[in-house]
C-alpha cells in the first residue's frame, strides 16, 4: 500500500470532473479521525441528519437551525461547498404538517401551507450557503405495483406534493440547483418508476434540474451499464447527474428478509485480518475504480458525494444488522484504503 503521506486530496484530484462530497454530522466534523480527512479531501459537504425537517422544523414557524448552522459555518470557513439534504423525506417528516382532522374541508390546503412555509424559509435561511438541494427524497415505489410511494404525502396530495415542494424551493432561491433524489435507480425497473416520475413533472413544468442517484450498492453490484443507462436517463431529459449517497458494502448475499424487522438470513460478518475480508477489500476496491471510470465518462455527473467520511462512523455498522462492515475510502483510523488509491491511481494494483 502506498504511504498515506502520498494520497492526494481528493476534491483537487477530480476537480474540473466533478465535486467530491462527504456526508457529515457535527460530531464527525470535530472527530479526530474523521476531521482531517474531510478537510483535506471534501469539496462538498451534506449533512446527514440535521437539514432534515426533522430535526430542523420543531413545529410551525419555529426552527432549530443551530446544528445545521455549524456545519455551514465549518465549511464556508474552509472553502468547502454545501449540499443541502433533504427538504421532503416521508422518513423525516414531523406530525405536525399533518395535525388536524383529516376529514375537515381545508384540511389539505392547511397541509399545503404547512408545507410551502417550511419549505420557502428553511431554503430561503440557507441562501446563498447551498448550492443544491435534494427537494423531495425517495418518492418511489420499490416494487411494480405503482410508481409512486405510498407515503403519507402521497395519501394526501397524489403525485402533487412533489410539485408542491419544487415550486416553493424555486420561488424561494432562483439559483439554487433542485434535485430530485432516490435509491435504487441501478435497477432497471425501479428506474423506469423513478424516471416516469420525473416525466410527469418535467410535463407540468416543475423546475427539476438534476436527478440524485444514491448508489447503495456492494462489491459485486450492480452491473456498471445499470449505473450508465440510469445517468443517461437524465441526460436525455437534459437534466444532471448528481451521486448522492455512494458507499461500496462488503456484503453481497444478505436475503431479503435480511431487510426485515427483526433482520434474518444475513450474511456472516467479516473479522478484519481474514482472508475474506481482504479478499472483500480488493473486490471493494475494484468495484468503486469500475465506478469513478464511469462517473468521469459522463460530463453530466456534476457531484460524486460519499456517504461518510471514513469506515470509524458508517450507517453501515447497524444496517440492515450490527456487524463488520467497512464501506468507504478511508479506514477506521482515517488512512487511505486500497480503494482510495485504486480510484486515484490507475496502476495501483489492489
Known amino acids: 500500500m502506498p504511504d498515506p503521506a502520498t494520497a492526494p486530496a481528493l476534491k483537487t484530484h477530480f476537480a474540473g470532473k466533478f465535486k467530491i462530497g462527504m456526508a457529515v454530522d457535527p460530531g464527525q466534523a470535530v472527530n479526530a479521525v474523521t476531521s482531517p480527512v474531510l478537510l483535506k479531501h471534501a469539496g462538498s459537504i451534506t449533512a446527514e441528519s440535521v437539514m432534515k425537517a426533522d430535526p430542523i422544523g420543531v413545529s410551525a414557524g419555529v426552527y432549530n437551525y443551530g446544528p445545521a448552522d455549524q456545519l455551514v459555518t465549518l465549511a464556508q470557513t474552509n472553502g468547502i461547498d454545501v449540499r443541502g439534504h433533504a427538504l421532503l423525506w416521508h422518513q423525516t417528516s414531523p406530525a405536525w ?37 435534494d427537494v423531495v427524497n425517495e418518492p418511489t415505489r ?44 441501478e435497477d432497471p425497473g425501479k428506474l423506469g418508476r423513478f424516471m416516469a416520475i420525473v416525466d410527469t413533472m418535467l410535463a407540468r413544468g416543475v ?44 456484503y453481497t448475499s444478505d436475503s431479503g428478509s435480511c431487510f426485515g424487522s427483526p433482520p434474518t438470513g444475513c450474511q456472516a460478518a467479516f473479522v478484519a485480518g481474514t482472508t475474506a475480508y481482504n479478499d472483500a477489500l480488493r473486490a471493494q476496491a475494484l468495484q468503486y475504480r469500475t465506478m469513478f471510470n464511469l462517473f468521469q465518462e459522463h460530463a ?16 453501515l455498522s447497524t444496517f440492515p444488522t450490527t456487524r463488520l462492515n467497512h464501506p468507504l475510502l478511508f479506514d477506521t483510523t482515517g488512512n487511505p484504503k486500497s480503494a482510495f488509491w485504486a480510484v486515484t491511481d490507475a496502476t495501483f494494483v489492489p
Not at 150 to 172: K, V
Request: net charge negative.
Open 300 to 315: 453530466s455527473v456534476k457531484s460524486v458525494t460519499m456517504w461518510g467520511v471514513a469506515d470509524n462512523s458508517t450507517w
Open 207 to 250: 423546475p427539476i434540474d438534476g436527478i440524485g442517484h444514491q448508489l447503495h450498492i456492494n462489491t459485486s453490484w450492480p452491473p456498471v451499464a445499470n449505473v450508465k443507462a440510469a445517468f443517461v436517463a437524465a441526460e436525455t431529459r437534459s437534466l444532471m447527474n448528481h451521486v448522492t449517497e455512494l458507499d461500496v458494502s462488503l
Open 97 to 133: 404538517f399533518f395535525a388536524g382532522d383529516t376529514t375537515a374541508p381545508g384540511y389539505k390546503a392547511t397541509v399545503q401551507a404547512r408545507l410551502e412555509t417550511y419549505i420557502t424559509d428553511v431554503v430561503t435561511h440557507f441562501k446563498g450557503k447551498v448550492y443544491a438541494w
Open 142 to 185: 420499490d416494487d411494480a405495483s405503482g410508481n409512486y410511494r405510498n407515503s403519507q404525502w402521497y395519501q394526501i396530495f397524489g403525485p402533487d406534493y412533489i410539485e408542491i415542494a419544487f415550486r416553493a424551493a424555486r420561488a424561494a432561491d432562483p439559483t439554487v440547483q433542485l434535485f430530485i433524489n432516490d435509491y435504487g435507480t
